[in-house]
């Protein structure tokens, strides 16, 4: 794949400012991959500020002062960041570059372009699996490795794995609700922008679906207030307390860091990963492949653009990409890295990324993400507050998702956007 980056005169020397948000771990990854781009390209130094903090980003962007680069730890701000005009679209950058959308991840290119145009650069990525306890399912007398398939299965035994105390306190549940509620009404069929039509579907007939079921499944288990006290209980996923380990919940989705806190917190824990259920009737989403990861953007205003993109294109070559997912326990971008035996091979949460890369992340075919909109952050969060009133019973689904779309729709209307080509 391309790896070629610009350089510099040799009588020019550069400082390239990157303000970065990602964890502590990863902040140490990262500044060990900006020693070796400087070694490489030694007439452009890296000064990474860590610890970012949106307040003084927004400041900076308005101020227009902004940082040679960006680096999230998740996707969320490229779209109003971009429907704000604070970033440089990378298209033609992407292109001249020889990059194509084939070379990465399913979805890795497609979810940071909004209305056409390339917005960010994904640095890792994450996927989801569903994981469930064995000895749970042992103790009800299910066969610890058979997973539900569908989601009626996944109704059944979350039923069956839910436990209460007789006086009706939940000593156990099932099926903890996802907490990507997008994930779910993606797993179900739905979706939250339609590209082609180019308009929101919150309140489509497909996410009505779901959420219907998600209220059933929420009302089988205890009812939205007792399964939200329950789990406020859990311990940290990063911990022996982890809930999946103590057994404090039977079934889960989530990304490869489970796996990798299972590993290192609670070793002994016997516990299965699977493809995430589908509905019975709609066999074609089988094996639906949630992403989503760190990213990169290039600010407008950026002083050093051309060696910001260098080291934007640096970082998704093999040796970077491999060097980088390995230290992280994260996904690649990059399609040609799926089966590394260094990142599949050697220790149970390898094992389990390598199942999720070759199983569920290269599933072209139906792959999901939320989608790059101005109004992301406001999405999610009417998003969640439609699932929440409609596990509350204080509105249908239906209604839920209706107020959502209305309200989402208010404001995305006051950003001026092409429609389909």
């Known amino acids: 794949m391309p790896v070629a980056c610009g350089r510099l005169n040799s009588n020019q020397s550069v400082t390239l400012t990157i303000w970065s948000s990602p964890t502590h771990i990863e902040e140490e990854n990262f500044l060990k991959l900006c020693r070796r781009f400087e070694k490489e390209h030694p007439n452009i130094l890296i000064h990474n500020v860590g610890g970012l903090q949106e307040p003084k980003l927004i400041r900076a962007l308005v101020a227009g002062v902004p940082p040679d680069l960006l680096y999230m730890y998740n996707p969320t701000l490229v779209g109003p960041l971009a429907g704000n005009g604070a970033l440089q679209p990378l298209d033609d950058r992407f292109k001249r570059s ?3 959308e084939e070379i990465f991840l399913p979805g890795a290119i497609k979810q940071l372009t ?4 390339l917005y960010a650069m994904p640095i890792c990525r994450d996927c989801r699996a569903f994981f469930w306890n ?4 042992r103790d009800v007398g299910l066969d610890p490795d058979a ?14 794995l839910t436990k209460k105390s007789p006086d009706g306190r939940l000593l156990r549940l099932g099926m903890q609700p996802p907490q990507d509620n997008a994930l779910f009404l993606s797993a179900m069929g739905g979706q939250i922008w339609d590209d082609a039509a180019h308009k929101l579907t919150i309140d489509c007939k497909e996410n009505v679906a779901a959420l219907e079921f998600l209220v059933k499944l929420v009302d089988a288990e205890g009812g939205h207030d007792a399964v939200a006290a329950y789990a406020s209980g859990f311990g940290a996923t990063e911990s022996a307390q982890n809930p999946l380990a103590t057994g404090s919940m039977a079934m889960c989705i989530d990304g490869e860091w489970l796996a990798l806190y299972l590993e290192k917190y609670s070793p002994t824990t016997d516990y299965g990963i699977g493809l995430i259920p ?10 639906m492949a ?7 953007m290039l600010p407008v205003g950026s002083k050093h653009p051309d060696e910001a993109w260098s080291f934007m294109q640096w970082i998704q070559a093999p040796a970077q990409q491999e060097d980088y997912a390995a230290t992280n326990s994260n996904l690649p971008t990059i399609q040609s890295l799926v089966t590394s035996s260094r990142l599949t091979s050697g220790s149970r949460s390898k094992e389990a990324l390598g199942f999720m890369m070759s199983k569920i992340a290269t599933n072209r075919a139906n792959t999901r993400f939320f989608p790059s909109l101005p109004v992301t952050r406001l999405c999610k969060d009417a998003l969640d507050n439609a699932v929440q009133m409609a596990e509350l019973h204080r509105k249908s689904p239906q209604e839920a998702l209706h107020d959502a779309q209305v309200r989402v729709e208010r404001e995305l209307k006051k950003y001026d956007v092409a429609g389909p080509q």
């Open 98 to 100: 020889g990059f194509t």
């Open 114 to 117: 909004m209305f056409g145009k």
């Open 134 to 137: 064995k000895k749970c399912f």
């Open 147 to 160: 997973a539900p398939k569908t989601m009626e299965e996944l109704m059944q035994f979350a039923v069956k």
């Open 278 to 287: 589908y509905p019975a009737a709609r066999p074609d989403l089988k094996n």
């Open 290 to 296: 949630w992403q989503d990861g760190d990213v990169l």
